[in-house]
C-alpha cells in the first residue's frame, strides 16, 4: 500500500473509491488526524494531513512517530510526502516540483526524531535518507505525463515556524542546499528506521528571501495560494504513481535495520515495537 502525506485536497479526488476514515492508536500518541483510506483503480491508498485535518500543529508539533507508526500498521510500505518548500536556486521556479534526494537537519532538538532508545539503541544508514527505487518510479512518471520534475536536490529543514532571515538564506544556498522546509525532518528519518520506502514531492512555491527583490521574498498567503493552485498537477502525478506496477519490497529501504540494532537483549517492553519496525 501507498501512503501519501500532505495538505487538504490531495485526498479530494473525484476518481477515489471506498473513501473512509480510520482513527489508529500508537505507543507514541495520537498521529495529526484520523487516516483516509481509498482506493484508485483497484489500488489502496492511505492519506494523512500532516498538520491536522485543520491544519492546526506547528512544524515542531507534529508527532512524526505515531503518523509514520500508524500508515504502518496499516500496511503502508511506500511513503510520499507532498511539501510545500522555499526554492534557494534560481532554477527551480515557483510552482515547479522537485525530489530531493539529501536532507540537512537545521531543526533545533525539540522534535522525537528516532523509535530507538529506553533499552534499545539502533543506527540506521542516512548516507542516502531516501528510497531511490521510490524516487526513480516517480520520476518516471513525471516523465510519462510530461510533468517537469527536478531530481536530485538537497532539502535542509528548518525549526520554523517563523519564516528564515535572508543570511540563513544565503547560507542555505552558499552551501549546496536547493529547497527549504520545515517538514521532513526527522519525518525522512523516521521512514527508514520504519523499513518505509520514502522520497518527497517538493511543491516550489516561492524564492525564500534571497532574491534582491522583495516582491519575490516568501510570505504565508503567497505560499498558500501557489501550493493550492499546485494541487490538480500534484494529483495528476500521483494518479500515475498509484497505478504503477511495483514490487514493494524490491526497495533496500524494506531492509535498513539488518545490522542496525545493537542491543543484544531487547526489552521485553520493545520486543513488540522492533516487531512492527521490521515488517
Known amino acids: 500500500m501507498l501512503g501519501v502525506i500532505g495538505g487538504t485536497g490531495l485526498y479530494q479526488m473525484e476518481a477515489l473509491r471506498e473513501v473512509r476514515k480510520m482513527a489508529v492508536e500508537t505507543p507514541f500518541g495520537k498521529p495529526s488526524a484520523e487516516i483516509t483510506l481509498g482506493t484508485y483503480e483497484g489500488n489502496s491508498i492511505a492519506f494523512l494531513p500532516r498538520h491536522g485535518i485543520h491544519h492546526e500543529f506547528l512544524p515542531s508539533e507534529i508527532n512524526y512517530r505515531a503518523n509514520l507508526w500508524a500508515l504502518k500498521s496499516l500496511g503502508v510500505k511506500r511513503v510520499i510526502s507532498v511539501s510545500a518548500v ?3 536556486q534560481a532554477e527551480i521556479g515557483p510552482g ?5 534526494s539529501q536532507y540537512m537537519d537545521w531543526t533545533r532538538g525539540y522534535r522525537k526524531s528516532t523509535f530507538f532508545g529506553e533499552g534499545v539503541v539502533g543506527h540506521i544508514s542516512t ?7 521510490l524516487s526513480e518510479l516517480v520520476k518516471k512518471c513525471a516523465k510519462e505525463e510530461k510533468i517537469p520534475l527536478h531530481t536530485g536536490k538537497t532539502y535542509v529543514c528548518v525549526e520554523g515556524p517563523r519564516l528564515g532571515t535572508r543570511a540563513e538564506s544565503f547560507l542555505f544556498r552558499n552551501n549546496g542546499c536547493h ?6 525532518v526527522p519525518e525522512v528519518f523516521l521512514a527508514r528506521e520504519a523499513q518505509l520506502s520514502y522520497c518527497t514531492l517538493a511543491v516550489a512555491t516561492d524564492y525564500d528571501c534571497w532574491m534582491e527583490d522583495p516582491n519575490e521574498h516568501v510570505s504565508v498567503d503567497k505560499v498558500m495560494a501557489l501550493y493550492m493552485s499546485s494541487i490538480e498537477k500534484v ?4 494518479k500515475r504513481v498509484f497505478v504503477a506496477k511495483v514490487d514493494e519490497d524490491e526497495s533496500s529501504c524494506r531492509r535498513s535495520l539488518q545490522g542496525a540494532i545493537v542491543t543484544r ?15
Do not use: F
Not at 548516507?127 to 527505487?133: G, Q, R, S, Y
Not at 494529483?235 to 500521483?238: E, R
Open 235 to 238: 494529483q495528476t502525478l500521483l
Open 127 to 133: 548516507a542516502e535518507p531516501t528510497c531511490p527505487h
Open 179 to 184: 529547497l527549504v522546509g520545515m517538514t521532513n
Open 96 to 100: 515547479e516540483l522537485a525530489i530531493p
Open 86 to 88: 522555499g526554492s534557494l
Open 265 to 279: 537483549e531487547i526489552p521485553e517492553s520493545k520486543t513488540e515495537m522492533i516487531r512492527v519496525l521490521k515488517l
